[in-house]
């Protein structure tokens, strides 16, 4: 009895899941979450360096697989005696799984789902070098998000981004590779969440 209950329980976990990346991405979902980059911190002796670039977004579900939203972007590179390169930028991003089966019989695990998303605002670079770009942020790249809960991913995003402006320099190229986690939470539950920390401030 005891092996039937087992084995039960964990059909009924490999079917949930199954399903959970799908369920996460339908309409009226929103996602929250924030990449991180070139995370480092390196000791040496008079040469101490720092450098992270952080990239919050969120974004809501207009359709089945696809969110739109916005997006912040802020870096900071740091050394002793080299003064310190900032980046920062701010805009609307699109977001798409796609829900074709081919693509689907691609993913590796059933908690995967492949996703591309794209970014368009205003961004700069100000390097201590002097070489500063400002001007539009455009971005597109190809992901991967793995559930790890229901609600909760881990993802990895490879994107191209590229700032056409004003400065020292005309344009600005950059190939990043971000690793982050985004929760994924039902309209419902959002606007409950919203309302509890609105009760709690008065």
């Known amino acids: 009895m005891k092996k039937l209950q087992g084995l039960t329980l964990a059909l009924m976990t490999v079917l949930f899941f199954s399903t959970t990346a799908i369920a996460q991405t339908q309409k009226g979902n929103i996602l929250i979450g924030s990449d991180i980059t070139d995370l480092g911190l390196n000791f040496q002796k008079e040469s101490t360096q720092f450098n992270f670039n952080l990239n919050p977004k969120a974004a809501w579900f207009i359709s089945d697989g696809l969110a739109v939203g916005g997006y912040l972007n ?22 798409y799984y796609p829900t074709d089966k081919n693509v689907q019989k691609l993913e590796f695990s059933k908690r995967a789902r492949f996703f591309v998303e794209g970014n368009a605002g ?5 390097p201590a070098s002097g070489a500063s770009t400002n001007g539009v942020e455009l971005g597109v790249g190809p992901g991967i998000s793995y559930f790890l809960t229901p609600n909760v991913a881990l993802e990895t995003l490879l994107k191209y981004n590229i700032i056409i402006g004003g400065g020292n320099s005309t344009t600005a190229q950059q190939l990043n590779l971000g690793v982050g986690f985004q929760i994924f939470l039902p309209g419902s539950r959002a606007k409950e969440i919203y309302r509890e920390e609105k009760a709690n401030m008065k």
């Open 122 to 126: 205003f961004g700069g670079t100000n």
């Open 74 to 95: 802020f870096g900071l590179a740091t050394s002793n005696g080299a003064g310190s390169d900032v980046s920062y930028g701010i805009g609307a991003l699109a977001r």
